[in-house]
C-alpha cells in the first residue's frame, strides 16, 4: 500500500479555514491508528503516516490563528511522536483523532 507523502506549504496551509485544517489533521491522525492497528507502531506505513500528522501539526504550530492554543498543539506532538517511536497504542489515536472532529464542530 503506497500513501502520498504530499507536501503543502504554509502559505496555503493557512489560507485553509481553520475547520479544514483541524479535518485534515485527523483524518491523518485516523490513518495512524489504523496503520498501528493493521501493521503495528513500528511498521513503515505507521510511521509515514505519523509523519504526515507531524507535519500537519507543525503548519498549525506555525499558523498565528493558533497561537493561543499552542501548548495544547505541542502536547498533541508529543503524543503523535510517541506513537511513532511506538509508545502509544492505537487507542490513544483514535481517541484524538474523534476529538479532532468534535473539535472541529465549533469552529
Given at each position: 500500500m503506497k500513501l502520498s507523502h504530499h507536501k503543502i506549504s504554509p502559505e496555503a496551509w493557512s489560507q485553509m479555514p481553520k475547520k479544514q485544517q483541524i479535518l485534515n489533521l485527523a483524518a491523518e491522525v485516523a490513518r495512524v491508528s489504523a496503520a498501528i492497528n493493521r501493521y503495528g507502531a513500528r511498521?513503515?506505513?505507521?510511521?509515514?503516516?505519523?509523519?504526515?500528522?507531524?507535519?500537519?501539526?507543525?503548519?498549525?504550530l506555525e499558523d498565528a490563528r493558533w497561537?493561543?492554543?499552542?501548548?495544547?498543539?505541542?502536547?498533541?506532538?508529543?503524543?503523535?511522536?510517541?506513537?511513532?517511536?511506538?509508545?502509544?497504542?492505537?487507542?490513544a489515536t483514535n481517541f484524538l483523532s474523534d476529538w479532532l472532529i468534535k473539535t472541529s464542530e465549533n469552529l
Amino acid at each position: 500500500m503506497k500513501l502520498s507523502h504530499h507536501k503543502i506549504s504554509p502559505e496555503a496551509w493557512s489560507q485553509m479555514p481553520k475547520k479544514q485544517q483541524i479535518l485534515n489533521l485527523a483524518a491523518e491522525v485516523a490513518r495512524v491508528s489504523a496503520a498501528i492497528n493493521r501493521y503495528g507502531a513500528r511498521d513503515l506505513i505507521a510511521k509515514q503516516a505519523c509523519e504526515r500528522a507531524l507535519d500537519l501539526i507543525d503548519l498549525i504550530l506555525e499558523d498565528a490563528r493558533w497561537r493561543e492554543q499552542s501548548l495544547r498543539w505541542r502536547y498533541f506532538r508529543d503524543v503523535i511522536a510517541a506513537s511513532y517511536l511506538g509508545r502509544v497504542d492505537s487507542a490513544a489515536t483514535n481517541f484524538l483523532s474523534d476529538w479532532l472532529i468534535k473539535t472541529s464542530e465549533n469552529l
